[in-house]
């Protein structure tokens, strides 16, 4: 059935289209990953908890009703929305500054954090601004998740070694080493080296074993579950806890109960920007996750209302004391793998962890910090991208070195830096790319309708002709280049008579750049060299024609270069002096 495109789940712009359209052959696929995903993303619920500067159990919290929320106004079948790691670093490193971390109102700022968040997505989903998530190129997004990925390897291993914070030097490290350390470094390491070896090779391991390779790479994402299940029945067994392992500690059973603070005005001023930056990055990174998840099943998703279905799911986990969320790239792998077929997957998810919360969760109580430091370095450092990297600075070394400042911007300015230093570095070099404009003296390709560069091939010309093609819109930072390229071709080509522009590329003239054109042509005209143009596209046209330099200063505009260049080389145009001497 999952085979036909027919018959898939439909994706994109209808409300609800996956409830009205329901079939009944994805009941099962949907009930299997919406319970395989909730096993699965309990402890990394927990752990991202952890990194956010929270209480476990909020991780589970803010896995209730951001599922539902999204299932209410998504459009991607298959995304599983909740606490991801970039969310939880970036919740901690912009509150830090304005609460105590652990303080109840470092918890209520989280809280409104995520409320703001909510709010602002909702708003901009209003106002059809889906295309806001353009504004971060594919660098600055790498080098942002890069950097922060690296923030969060360093902040997990004081838990690996089983300190509360790491020490300024190796020497303090061996003053504070005590036989617990060792214990909680060890069972971290065998943790770590599980979930390594399963990331790589179980499921290969278990194809060979016979199992079908969509089950083994499931069951394979699923280790994270075995190193909880192992610590917690260590833990209890020899009272790991008593023998000063650091635990999750105490964690209430039930469903969330919300206590409002509502912060003084100048506080949720400063919340400002901070909602303003976690709102642009989970926007930008679901809405990647979505287009990839939607490309494989040949189905398709709504910017805009991804933005409202992910308002509506920071606010759910505001109302249920959660903090910031987003769609998850590991939390969806496994939702796919298990047979998602619609977000009802996400709503079963949401109802098997409230089950939990309100059954065994107590039981949590015992595990240790390690395993969930262990399960957070295993998710987020496959995020540190060298692959980009290396791919970028091959490509485009500009490129290249905008992922690397952002990623050394989050790593030394902070969260805030990075993003603005990554989006200035991609502005700049926008610019700088648009100030170094392509213009090309072009000519025709012999016995043909074609028009090439004349240094890079062998193509015909005429004396009197010079056409040239501006392979850039013309704007305020490339005037000067673009007057340079052809005051220098003229001076080339000294017996020009006529100067044809090829206008194919230009998408749009700017004010700064219509005065170039118009103080250009009255020089030419003082050289008795009149001015043609080519290909000029419609929106660009309509903008000229309500000029006087379309309608004073060109002479004639063609609509293809071969029609201009056959037109303008069979014009033999006397010169201003033999035209003179005739007349006399």
């Excluded at 898939?8 to 052959?25: K, T, V």
């Amino acid at each position: 059935m999952r085979d036909n495109p027919r018959l898939q789940p439909p994706g994109g712009e209808e409300l609800l289209a996956w409830l009205r359209h329901y079939r009944l052959p994805w009941l099962s696929g949907d009930l299997v990953a919406g319970v395989v995903t909730a096993i699965m993303i309990i402890p990394q619920s927990m752990a991202y908890a952890m990194l956010a500067g929270l209480p476990v159990q909020i991780g589970l919290y803010a896995s209730l009703l951001p599922l539902l929320g999204y299932a209410l106004f998504g459009t991607s079948m298959s995304m599983s929305v909740g606490p991801v790691a970039v969310t939880a670093l970036m919740t901690a490193a912009l509150l830090a500054p304005l609460a105590s971390i652990g303080s109840e109102q470092y918890y209520q700022l989280a809280i409104w954090l995520a409320l703001m968040s909510g709010a602002l997505l909702l708003v901009l989903g209003l106002l059809r601004m889906g295309f806001l998530a353009n504004f971060l190129s594919h660098p600055v997004i790498s080098g942002f998740i890069s950097g922060a990925s690296i923030l969060i390897v360093l902040s997990q291993l004081p838990h690996l070694l089983g300190l509360s914070e790491l020490p300024g030097s190796p020497a303090q490290l061996l003053a504070i080493w005590q036989p617990v350390n060792t214990l909680v470094l060890c069972m971290g390491l065998l943790a770590l080296a599980w979930l390594l070896y399963a990331r790589s090779r179980l499921a290969g391991h278990l194809q060979q074993l016979g199992i079908r390779a969509g089950a083994a790479r499931l069951l394979a994402r699923l280790a994270p579950i075995l190193v909880v299940l192992v610590g917690l029945l260590v833990t209890i067994a020899w009272d790991l806890g008593a023998r000063g392992v650091p635990v999750v500690g105490s964690l209430p059973a039930g469903l969330p109960s919300l206590v409002w603070s509502t912060p003084d005005i100048s506080t949720l001023q400063a919340l400002l920007l901070p909602a303003a930056l976690i709102s642009l990055v989970s926007f930008v990174e679901s809405v990647s996750i979505a287009q990839s998840l939607a490309r494989r099943k040949r189905q398709s998703i709504n910017p805009d209302r991804e933005l409202l279905a992910l308002g509506t799911a920071n606010l759910g986990s505001a109302l249920t004391g959660g903090f910031a969320v987003c769609g998850g790239f590991s939390r969806s792998g496994v939702n796919v793998e298990a047979g998602a077929n619609t977000p009802l997957a996400g709503v079963i998810s949401a109802v098997v962890i409230g089950l939990i919360l309100l059954t065994i969760a107590p039981l949590f109580a015992w595990l240790p910090l390690v395993m969930l430091a262990v399960v957070i370095l295993v998710a987020v450092a496959p995020l540190i991208d060298l692959a980009s990297l290396q791919r970028a600075w091959r490509y485009d070394r500009r490129e290249g070195l905008t992922l690397l400042c952002t990623a050394a911007g989050v790593l030394l300015l902070g969260i805030e830096g990075g993003i603005v230093l990554g989006v200035g570095l991609s502005i700049v070099t926008q610019l700088w790319r648009g100030s170094r404009p392509h213009v090309a003296v072009v000519g025709r390709v012999p016995g043909t309708h074609y028009f090439r560069n004349t240094q890079r091939h062998l193509v015909e010309t005429e004396p009197q002709l010079l056409a040239m093609r501006i392979d850039e819109n013309i704007f305020f930072a490339n005037t000067k280049a673009i007057e340079r390229a052809i005051l220098q071709a003229l001076r080339e080509y000294p017996d020009t008579r006529e100067l044809l522009l090829i206008l194919s590329a230009v998408n749009h003239i700017d004010s700064t750049g219509l005065d170039m054109l118009c103080e250009l042509s009255v020089g030419l005209r003082e050289r008795d060299i009149q001015i043609h143009l080519a290909e000029v596209k419609g929106p660009v046209m309509d903008q000229l024609e309500q000029t006087d330099w379309i309608q004073a200063q060109v002479s004639d505009i063609f609509p293809s270069t071969h029609i201009a260049f056959n037109t303008l080389s069979e014009l033999k145009r006397p010169t201003a002096e033999a035209a003179a001497s005739a007349q006399g």
